[in-house]
């Protein structure tokens, strides 16, 4: 029988990417429904994530799994034929939840926050997400990705927020590259991999959504 493979998303949306890139890794033909930015949510959206209502949502065979660090271990269970996302030995299994948990506890919503507010706020909101930043670095240390010689897990949570970072650095005038640099070594050297850099979507047109929407809340 073939495979239904349907996710719901949005261009701008870093969990989304998450999801796009493993699909992509893994080979696997997808159908991209995307929800507008602006437009209120669809029916579909609400029928397969009625508890959060939130995005990504993928749909396999008619059956939906969200929230998108649950969504990369399923398509890792499902599509194991090639390109591992998770180690198999269970503690390096937990190491790899434990810093993608990092990653969506103390860098994408401070790095939502920097763009999201002004002044003092905003200048806290860098601190922290400067402090996370570099904490990964550390945790990079001299390997190519976060799990070694090949992308993993780890790898393919974080990567969609350097698409926001020409984003944060305008709004809040700093610069990552200075204080992060293996980090961005690291940010190139997964933008060389199709499934990344045809994931992620271009930092300008997300740095022009920023701008749109700082308008909108009365930021700028
Ligand atoms: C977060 C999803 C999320 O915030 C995950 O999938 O990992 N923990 C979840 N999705 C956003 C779009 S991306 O910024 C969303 O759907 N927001 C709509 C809303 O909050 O109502």
Redesign the pocket.
């Known amino acids: 029988m073939a495979e239904e493979v349907v996710l719901l998303s949005?261009w701008p949306?870093?969990?989304?990417m998450r999801v796009s890139i493993a699909l992509e890794e893994k080979g696997i033909n997808y159908e991209l429904k995307e929800e507008a930015v602006n437009g209120g949510?669809s029916p579909l959206l609400l029928k397969m994530n009625p508890i959060?209502?939130?995005?990504?949502v993928l749909i396999h065979n008619g059956r939906p799994i969200?929230?998108?660090?649950i969504?990369l271990e399923y398509i890792d269970q499902i599509w194991n034929h090639r390109s591992p996302l998770l180690p198999s030995d269970p503690y390096q299994r937990s190491q790899v939840r434990f810093w993608a948990d990092y990653v969506?506890d103390k860098v994408y919503p401070s790095g939502r926050r920097i763009w999201m507010s002004k002044g003092e706020e905003q200048e806290a909101a860098k601190e922290e997400f400067m402090e996370g930043l570099k904490v990964l670095e550390g945790e990079l240390g001299e390997k190519a990705y976060f799990g070694g010689e090949t992308m993993g897990f780890i790898d393919v949570s974080l990567v969609p927020m350097s698409s926001w970072f020409y984003a944060l650095e305008t709004c809040a005038n700093f610069n990552i590259e200075a204080e992060c640099p293996k980090l961005m070594n690291w940010v190139k050297r997964c933008m060389e991999k199709e499934s990344v850099s045809k994931s992620l979507p271009d930092p300008h047109k997300v740095n022009d959504l920023v701008l749109e929407i700082r308008k909108w809340e009365g930021l700028d």
């Open positions: 949005f949306s870093y969990y989304g949510k959060h209502k939130k995005l990504p969200c929230e998108s660090l969504i969506d």
